[in-house]
C-alpha cells in the first residue's frame, strides 16, 4: 500500500524559507504514469493546491504562488520537497503531499499524506 | 474564494439519503472531470469518487458522484455516523492551469 509521509519545521519565522519533504514508501517516484503534488489548507479554509512534480523533475506550479515556490525530487530517497520563500502569516496551513493519477481531462490526487503543520510567527 | 462552490453545511438522519453540489464553469468542470475528497479531522483527505462517478476500491457503493454540464453532485445514501466530514470536490481548471478545488462541505449526521 503506498504510504506518504510529510516532515517540515513546525514553527518558523516571517520572511524565512521552510522546506518540507514528503517521503514515499510502498511505491517509486520513477514511475511515468504519476505526478506527485503539494495541497495546503489553512486553518478555516479550504484545500489549496501548490504545485507538482514528475519523476523527471518537469513541475508546474499554482500561478497565485510560483513566484516563491520550488519543487524538487530526489528519486535516490524517493522523496520530493517543496522550499517557500519569504513566508508570511498567510502560509500558516497544514500542508499535504500527495500523488496523481490518470491522464488528460481524467486526473486525480488518489493518494495523501497525513499532512504536517507549518505555522509562521515571530 | 473558491472557484467550485459547494454549499458550506449539510445535514441528515441516519438512513437518509444527502446530495452535496458542487458548481464550477466551463474551463474546469465543463472540460474535465470531478473528484471527491472526505475528509477528516487530522487524517489523510480520502478519494471518494474519481472521473465523476467511479468508486475506488473499498469505498461503499453508499456513496455515488454525477456530472452534468459545469455542475457535479455528490450522493450519499444510507448516512450512517461515520460519514460525518468534510467532503471536498476538485478538478483541473484549463483557464488558470491549475487545481481547483470546492470550499467544503460539513456533512452532519444528526
Known amino acids: 500500500q503506498l504510504q506518504l509521509q510529510e516532515s517540515g519545521p513546525g514553527l518558523v519565522k516571517p520572511s524565512e524559507t521552510p522546506s518540507l519533504t514528503c517521503t514515499v514508501s510502498?511505491?517509486?517516484?520513477?514511475?511515468?504514469?504519476?505526478?506527485w503534488g503539494w495541497i495546503r489548507q489553512s486553518p478555516g479554509k479550504g484545500l489549496e493546491w501548490i504545485g507538482s512534480?514528475?519523476?523527471?523533475?518537469?513541475?508546474y506550479y499554482n500561478p497565485s504562488l510560483k513566484s516563491r515556490v520550488t519543487l524538487s525530487i530526489d528519486t535516490s530517497k524517493n522523496s520530493f520537497s517543496l522550499r517557500l520563500t519569504s513566508v508570511t502569516a498567510s502560509d500558516t496551513a497544514v500542508y499535504y503531499c500527495?500523488?496523481?493519477?490518470?491522464?488528460?481531462?481524467?486526473?486525480?490526487?488518489?493518494?495523501w499524506g497525513q499532512g504536517t503543520l507549518v505555522t509562521v510567527s515571530s | 474564494q473558491s472557484v467550485l462552490t459547494q454549499p458550506p453545511s449539510a445535514s441528515g438522519t441516519p438512513g437518509q439519503r444527502v446530495t452535496i453540489s458542487c458548481s464550477g464553469s466551463?474551463?474546469?468542470?465543463?472540460?474535465?472531470?470531478v473528484n471527491w475528497y472526505q475528509h477528516l479531522p487530522g487524517a489523510a483527505p480520502k478519494l471518494l469518487i474519481y472521473?465523476?462517478?467511479v468508486r475506488p476500491s473499498g469505498v461503499p457503493d453508499r456513496f455515488s458522484g454525477s456530472k452534468s454540464g459545469t455542475s457535479a453532485s455528490l450522493a450519499i445514501s444510507g448516512l450512517q455516523s461515520e460519514d460525518e466530514a468534510n467532503y471536498y470536490c476538485?478538478?483541473?481548471?484549463?483557464?488558470?492551469?491549475?487545481?481547483?478545488f470546492g470550499g467544503g462541505t460539513k456533512l452532519t449526521v444528526l
Open positions: 500527495a500523488r496523481r493519477s490518470g491522464t488528460y481531462s481524467d486526473k486525480y490526487f488518489d493518494y
Open positions: 510502498g511505491g517509486s517516484l520513477t514511475s511515468r504514469d504519476h505526478y
Open positions: 512534480i514528475d519523476y523527471s523533475g518537469s513541475t
Open positions: 466551463s474551463s474546469n468542470i465543463g472540460r474535465n472531470t
Open positions: 472521473i465523476n462517478d
Open positions: 476538485a478538478t483541473w481548471d484549463d483557464r488558470l492551469h491549475g487545481w481547483v
